[in-house]
């Protein structure tokens, strides 16, 4: 999808600030510093619209991002970093899972996990969480500019194991670097959007 212009519309701390429209939405989840910002921002072909940063759990809201005035982008917060309260991980907890059981126009989510390691306890939990609330997923494997291909074969099994995906889950090895992964990634995206 060629994007011509890309905006945050809103950045949402409660239930109550997210944006009321029937647009379609796609969320990105996935661990603190597994790089959806970057993900987000080379999907779009822009260089900070969806601000990166080099400390983990910094994204605490919900941002949406209005692509060409008919498709949003979700960033939610990151989760499993350390350093984030116990309190307020459990603020967010409510607001990020009102948003994936009962928004009406989310078509699906791509769930990021790191392709060097396996993933970790949180992750797991959140693909059978999306799995058992059927929440369509592209699970994206992000970093693989870090691996050698072989290696990187090797992780992918891994992953798909740990993440219980079935056959015909889609598993895309993505690198916000070198852009490999982002054409496929833009027509799984695609093929969750209505018609």
């Not at 759990?57 to 982008?73: A, D, M, P, Q």
């Not at 916000?176 to 209505?194: C, F, M, N, V």
Request: proline share 5%; net charge positive.
């Amino acid at each position: 999808m060629k994007i011509k212009q890309a905006e945050l519309k809103a950045a949402a701390h409660s239930i109550d600030a997210f944006p009321e429209w029937d647009i379609p939405e796609i969320s990105f989840l996935g661990r603190s510093n597994v790089g959806k910002s970057s993900l987000i921002n080379k999907l779009i072909g822009r260089k900070n619209l969806a601000r990166t940063s080099s400390t983990p759990g910094k994204t605490r809201g919900l941002y949406f991002y209005l692509l060409n005035g008919k498709l949003c982008f979700v960033d939610l917060p990151g989760y499993g970093y350390a350093k984030i309260s116990k309190k307020e991980r459990q603020r967010w907890a409510p607001i990020i899972e009102a948003y994936l059981e009962a928004r009406g126009n989310l078509y699906g989510c791509v769930h990021l996990v790191d392709c060097r390691h396996e993933p970790t306890e949180d992750d797991r939990l959140m693909a059978d969480w999306l799995r058992m609330n059927s929440i369509p997923r592209i699970t994206a494997a992000t970093k693989a500019d870090k691996l050698s291909r072989g290696a990187l074969i090797r992780q992918n099994r891994v992953i798909r194991s740990q993440l219980g995906l079935f056959e015909e889950e889609l598993l895309i090895p993505f690198s916000a670097q070198t852009g490999s992964g982002r054409d496929e990634l833009w027509k799984a995206i695609s093929s969750l959007l209505p018609h």
